[in-house]
């Protein structure tokens, strides 16, 4: 499979004058349009001792596999060769912290996947430890009920030098399977107990390079073994959802809610009114307000071509292909519908253009 990772807004480097030296890299958000990867936890996500953690690793493993994925979070740090430096990992959290953020942050950043490993901090600030498997339950429960359709994978965390410790994290760990079981089929049970041992920590908690590197090859395991943690959501035949471009995290909308044969299609933020709710039909049809259709003009070929809604007609201008990268490509033309000039910005129109399998050609259903 071949590799379509791009580094878009890649960490800043500034010069200062006066010292010589380099500045720490500006946190921003990155994208390459590909699957949204949520990395969650405390500093064992974050990487400290490693800056970056099992990221980098994982990052790597990933795009050697020829996957398409964007990191996602609200944390940003890691060296050049994590091509994606976004994370929402905390150093000192704890389970009732996260669950705090989570609605927030899932709100912003809108995964497909979630990587969870969370809990050391509850076990070594002795922090109600007996409710730490409900607490851990509550916040699975959050993800789930915000992002219905994630796949989450949930980490029996990592062990402990210090034997009073490594007592806690072994019995916390062993309620987690009971948990996980009963949070159904998209929720995915990961022993990261098993995957590095004491001596693979730096400090006896955090891992040493090495150990993060043996974290990376469980996740990506894990991520393996459930195909769809690294795919676009395609839409269900016959359900209503949203269509949104990852690389904006913006959705596909009809300009105006206009309802008039004609309609231009653009993006714009997400916010389910019925200008964004597309449904998919048996016969390739992606129908909105009920009785309009996503159309080609004219049935056009052109790159440029205008994506419009019309009337339902059955025509080959209406009928279009959904792939497993997130592409959805025109029946009457072979190509792709595609955010104009890879923009990111509200009122970027959507038109037809010779399929490039960048991230300005992927949507996911919300």
């Known amino acids: 499979m071949r590799v379509n990772i791009r580094r878009l807004a890649a960490a800043a480097v500034g010069l200062v004058l006066a010292l010589g030296v380099a500045t720490a890299p500006t946190a921003q958000a990155e994208s390459n349009g590909g699957v949204r990867v949520m990395p969650l936890g405390d500093s064992i996500t974050d990487g400290f001792n490693v800056p970056g953690g099992y990221r980098i690793n994982l990052w790597q493993r990933m795009a050697t596999g020829g996957y398409t994925v964007d990191f996602v979070g609200s944390g940003f740090n890691g060296p050049s060769s994590l091509g994606d430096h976004d994370h929402e990992g905390h150093s000192g959290w704890r389970i009732d912290q996260l669950d705090a953020n989570i609605v927030a942050w899932l709100g912003s950043s809108a995964p497909r996947t979630v990587l969870l490993h969370i809990g050391t901090n509850d076990m070594n600030q002795n922090y109600d430890i007996a409710n730490a498997p409900a607490r851990l339950s509550a916040l699975i429960d959050k993800i789930r009920a915000n992002v219905p359709n994630v796949e989450l994978f949930v980490a029996q965390i990592t062990p402990e030098?210090?034997?009073?410790?490594?007592?806690?994290?072994?019995?916390?760990?062993?309620?987690?399977?009971?948990?996980?079981?009963?949070?159904?089929?998209?929720?995915?049970?990961?022993?990261?107990?098993?995957?590095?041992?004491?001596?693979?920590?730096?400090?006896?908690?955090?891992?040493?390079?090495?150990?993060?590197?043996?974290?990376?090859?469980?996740?990506?395991?894990?991520?393996?073994?459930?195909?769809?943690?690294?795919?676009?959501?395609?839409?269900?035949?016959?359900?209503?959802?949203?269509?949104?471009?990852?690389?904006?995290?913006?959705?596909?909308?009809?300009?105006?809610?206009?309802?008039?044969?004609?309609?231009?299609?653009?993006?714009?933020?997400?916010?389910?009114?019925?200008?964004?709710?597309?449904?998919?039909?048996?016969?390739?049809?992606?129908?909105?307000?009920?009785?309009?259709?996503?159309?080609?003009?004219?049935?056009?070929?052109?790159?440029?071509?205008?994506?419009?809604?019309?009337?339902?007609?059955?025509?080959?201008?209406?009928?279009?292909?959904?792939?497993?990268?997130?592409?959805?490509?025109?029946?009457?033309?072979?190509?792709?519908?595609?955010?104009?000039?890879?923009?990111?910005?509200?009122?970027?129109?959507?038109?037809?253009?010779?399929?490039?399998?960048?991230?300005?050609?992927?949507?996911?259903?919300?």
């Open 161 to 366: 030098t210090d034997p009073t410790l490594e007592a806690r994290v072994r019995a916390y760990n062993a309620t987690i399977p009971g948990i996980v079981a009963q949070k159904g089929p998209q929720t995915h049970l990961v022993d990261m107990h098993s995957a590095i041992t004491t001596a693979d920590l730096a400090d006896g908690v955090h891992p040493t390079a090495g150990g993060y590197d043996k974290m990376a090859a469980r996740w990506f395991s894990a991520l393996q073994s459930v195909p769809g943690s690294l795919q676009p959501t395609l839409p269900p035949v016959g359900t209503a959802v949203s269509l949104v471009n990852p690389q904006s995290n913006r959705c596909m909308d009809v300009s105006g809610v206009s309802t008039a044969e004609g309609a231009q299609i653009h993006l714009w933020d997400c916010h389910g009114g019925t200008n964004q709710r597309w449904t998919r039909t048996a016969s390739g049809e992606v129908r909105v307000y009920g009785n309009r259709c996503l159309d080609v003009n004219g049935n056009g070929t052109a790159n440029g071509t205008k994506i419009q809604i019309w009337t339902c007609n059955n025509s080959a201008a209406q009928h279009f292909t959904f792939n497993a990268n997130g592409s959805i490509v025109g029946q009457g033309s072979g190509k792709c519908l595609d955010v104009a000039s890879s923009g990111t910005v509200n009122g970027t129109l959507i038109q037809l253009y010779e399929c490039n399998n960048s991230g300005a050609q992927r949507w996911s259903a919300r």
